[in-house]
């Protein structure tokens, strides 16, 4: 069997100009696929701006972008003929696929299924979306409970990042044959490269929305941070302050600086990471995060709530996990990186090589790719 193979990355979400950060992991996951392999990457996406469908591609060697955008309709039936009609004029740019490799398996794992039945061409499934934990308590809407099922059921491989969500998908009634792959980390982008800073820094990365990332509760807990130590300076990166200006202003923060940096190109991010000192997650929920991977990968200790897949991939001597919601013991944990750092950076970053590098990463996708086609 050939070593190279035509992989058609089939993504529900993907970055576009409509979402420019919208799963940018799954981005990561592509490009590293294509450091072995021929990758056409096919999105569709509705797009209020438009009056007609647009199509937009990008070609190069072994990466390749296919993006249609929609004009949008409220009424799901007129949706679906204009995805259904942007996705066979994608197919037929991208010509022959090897292997199909879906990205959140509902809705587009419509068209893989379509794929293996009409073509027979095999499909894997890489899931990311944290709605499952919420699902395994709800049950999925009729229509998307039975088409995921089907969807799972043919599936040769459904990889979620961690084995949590694997429970919770299987909690949802998504049977299926799993393998577990992690996300993927840019070590030649994420390495340790301290940066000397006269503040104590602590930097927190996400979309920054409350309910999921307890902004708040970090906010409060920088406060009653300024009465333990001296000067600081906590970065919250990727988004606005806007929603949190009232509270900031009745915390009345007179040591600590607290700096809202609104979204950053990935390729900026490590030099706010290396000129941190602890890299903070204060989570309700999640799956695996990468950017707690890449604060390793930094050799930036983290404290992260445990929650999620989080501590499948997270080594004792790397930082500190907690209770979510639980301000007391992140100060703690804080104030504990203050008084004694943690200075493990060769040790974090070879963590992170050998267990979400490229290389491992791809490699464990080409497994999956060749024992599909077998």
Known sequence: ??????????????????????????????????????????????????????????????????IAYTKTSKNPFVKFFRFWSAYQNLLKEIGRVDVIHLNKLYPFGFFALHLKKRKQIPYIISEHWTGYHKKKKQKLPLIESFLSKKITKNAQFVCPVSTDLKKSMQQSGLKGNYQIVPNVVDTNLFKPNPTSTKNFTITHVSSLLNQHKNISGMLCVAKQLENKINAFTWNFIGGKKDEFQDLITALNFTKGRIRFIDHLAHNEIPDYLNASNIFVLFSNYENLPCVILEAFSCGIPVISTDVGGIKEYFPNEFGSLIEKKNEHQLLEKIIDIYKKPINQQSKMHQYVIENFGCKKICDLFTNLYISSLN
Do not use: Q
């Not at 940018?24 to 490009?31: G, L, P, S, T, V």
């Not at 797009?47 to 469908?53: A, D, G, L, R």
């Open 1 to 66: 069997m050939k070593k190279k193979f035509h992989v058609l990355f089939l993504c529900g979400w993907y970055p576009s100009k409509v979402l420019p950060t919208n799963g940018d992991f799954i981005m990561r996951h592509a490009k590293a696929v294509s450091s072995k392999h021929i990758v056409s990457v096919l999105h569709i996406i509705s797009n209020p701006e438009i009056s007609k469908t647009k199509i937009e591609i990008k070609k190069s060697s072994s990466f390749s972008t296919y």
